[in-house]
């Protein structure tokens, strides 16, 4: 719907420049006119992009639950790149056919000035947030990130109200307004949320060192809190020396467990991670439940193959925590993949899972250790030998890892449409 309510709006968009025509049309024709009409519609549907961007980067449940967070972040990233593409085209199209020598350059013209601004920022922007990894880190980035997005929010809103004349008053000027309204107000109620949230405090009933990087944090659970098992959350802790910024962990524990807690294994693998002490840690908040990483989000299987890399076992475990419920569980095959035996986190926890589900089968790889291999399409094929075409996989890892076995299964025979997977980056 949000889709469809998109594609509206820019073809509403769209009839501004023939309906509403500015001065700017009024002595041009043939090429030109057109090229100009062209630049305008373009300008306008990276506008709406721009506003829509804001939306996607919300963590709206009500879109969580129908894309998933992963895919919504995606199309964030997608629609950035997009929105770049969409304003070079715009203002090279407006500039055309005023001539080069024609710039908009000195005060009479700030509304032409700041849209040539916008983009160059926009230029620096969508750069920075690609080549974030190898810039800065990504606390900071996102810091920064947030806040210029709503400060192009703004100054577009400026520069499209007073480059145009299309905009000064009737419908265009107050569709206008009701977009930024709209925006706004879903904006400042998301935010509102999300600090609700963040203030509640709750208690940590109790933590473990796995082993040397995982630790195994468990948080009181809010009142009548719900998840389906796979679905993660954004952590806070909170005590001394730790940023009480949020992180993306997964709920490892089954929903309705019987210690009625949240449990997170949390691998100490950056600057923030590796900053938890758990013995100071005094409290933690959450906002969560999200994502469609899920056995039960799809129709009952007869046979589940889940494959992990590394701490990417956390949505499978509290998958497996939640079949070894039920009364009538669905066969599993657990594929897990560790680099070195010190590795492995859940030795006790397997054994316990594989006595409760017998029908569990279980194959660990250590990729590092002596006469140790990789999951390869070779030993995929070999594991998966007979297995009924309808399975579905549930991959959980490194992303070169999950491309490379989503490539395997395909090679294999299985359709995309039964392998799901999710990303441990946002
Ligand atoms: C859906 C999901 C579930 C996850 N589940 C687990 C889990 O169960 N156990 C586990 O150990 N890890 C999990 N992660 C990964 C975990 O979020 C990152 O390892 C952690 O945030 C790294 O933070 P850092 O500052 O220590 O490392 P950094 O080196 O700063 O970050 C490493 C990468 O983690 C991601 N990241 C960092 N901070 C954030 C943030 N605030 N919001 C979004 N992404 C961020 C970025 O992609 C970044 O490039 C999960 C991630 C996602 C998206």
Redesign the pocket.
Known sequence: MIFAALLTLMALAATIPFIWESKSLWYKTGLERILLQVGKIVGLAAAILLFFQVILALRLKILDRVFG??RLFHLHKLGGLTILILAVLHASLVIVPEGIKNLPIGWKFWPEMLGGTILLLLLVFVFTALL??KLL???LW?RMHRPVGYLFAVALSVHIFNVSDSFLKGVPNYSLWILIGTVSVVVILAKLRSFIGSRAKLPIAGYTLQNDE?VSLKVTPPPSFSHAPGQ?G?LRLHGEDISS??????I?SAPNNDNNTLQ???????????SIVPENITSASIQAP??LFSYTAQPAAKLLVFIAGG?GI??LLSMLRQIGTEETPPRVMLIWSLSRKTDMFLGDELKSLQDRLPQLKSHIFYTREKGGRRVDQEQLAHLLEGVPEKTRFYVCGPENMMKQTRKNLKDLGFSGKTIFW?????
């Not at 997170?264 to 590796?274: A, E, P, R």
């Open positions: 967070l992963d974030r990894r880190p990504y606390h996102r995982v993660f954004f910024e949020a992180h993306p962990f997964t490892a997170f294994y949390i691998k100490k693998c950056g600057d923030w991670t590796k999200f994502g701490i956390t949505p999710e990303r441990f980056g946002l």
